[in-house]
C-alpha cells in the first residue's frame, strides 16, 4: 500500500528528532552497527517490519523471539498484541529504541533511510530481507529469516512446503490458453481510479495467478485516465477487500463511466480479497494465489 505523505511541520519534526538522536548517540560514543548477513549476534529481542516477515517468525514457531512489529504486521493475531512501533516506511527511531530490541529483522524497503542510520548508529544489529514479489523471494525470505533466527532446519522445511505449493498452483493454470487481463485497483477516491502497474505486490501475485496485469507502462501505483482504463481492456477488476459491506464499493466502481466500458466492467467481473492475504508474499501466498486463480478461471482451472 502507499505511504500517506507527512505534512510540513511533521517531517521538520522527525528531521529534528533524528537529528538530536544522532547527536546524543555520537556524544556518547556509540559506535554504528553492522547490517547482519547470517544469525544474529543476540536474538532474545527482536522487532520485525514487515507483514511477511512477521508472518514467517510465526510460522518458523520463533515467536517468543519477537519483543515488537510494525504497523503492517497483522497476522497472525497474536501478533496485534505486541507493541506496534510504526508504519514500516514511516519509522521513528524513537519507537523502536523505546523498547530495547537487541536485533531488526527488516523487509526491504523499510524506512525512512535517515531513521535507520539512527538505529544502526544506535548499535542494533539489521537484517534486510530482500524483496521482489516472485515465488522465489516467498522461500529466500524464509531461509534468510530461519538463519537469523539460527533455525535453519525448520526454515529449510518451511520453504520447501512452501515451494511446493508454489508448484502445484502454477501446475494449476499451466494449461490456461486465454490469460485474464486483470486491473488492480489500490483506491477509485473521487472517481479517480489508482490502479498498479509494474514491480508491484500486485502484479506479481496476478503473474503468479496466471492472468496478466492489464497495466504494464509504468512501475509502481499511479492514478488511471478514463482513456487509459478503457484501452487497457480488463476482464477482471482486484480490489482489497477492507472488510465490512463492500457492495455499495462495487456499485461505484460499475457506476465509473470508463470502468463499465471495459469487458470486466460489462460482466461485472470484480474480485475482492483480503489485502495483506492477497499481496503479503509471505507463507499463505500459495493458497492465497490458488484462491484468487479460482476466483479468476473457475471451471477452467487444473484442466
Known sequence: MLAKRQSKPARL????????????LSAQGVASAEEVTGRLPDAARVVSIGDSITEIVYALGEEGHLVGRDQTSTYPEAAQKLPNVGYMRALSPEGVLSINPTAIIAVEGSGPKETIDVLKKASIPFVFVPEDYTGKSISAKIRVVGTALGVDDKAEKLASQVEKDLQAAEDA??????????????????????ASGTKT??????????????????????????????????????VMDRGG??????????????IAATPAGKDKK?????GQYLLGFGPRAPKAIHELAEAIYGNELGK
Open 173 to 194: 493454470t499451466k494449461n490456461i490458453k486465454n490469460r485474464k487481463r486483470i486491473l488492480f485497483v489500490l483506491s477509485a477516491q473521487g472517481g479517480k481510479i489508482m
Open 201 to 238: 505486490a500486485a502484479n506479481g501475485i496476478i503473474a503468479l495467478a496466471g492472468a496478466d496485469n492489464a497495466i504494464t507502462e509504468y512501475p509502481g501505483y499511479k492514478p488511471l485516465t478514463d482513456e487509459a482504463i478503457i484501452t487497457a481492456k480488463p476482464d477482471v477488476i482486484l
Open 245 to 258: 459491506d463492500h457492495s455499495s464499493d462495487n456499485a461505484d466502481l460499475l457506476a465509473n463511466a470508463a
Open 13 to 24: 519534526h522527525l528531521a529534528a528528532s533524528l537529528a538530536g538522536l544522532m547527536a546524543l
Open 270 to 274: 470484480i474480485i475482492r480479497m483480503s
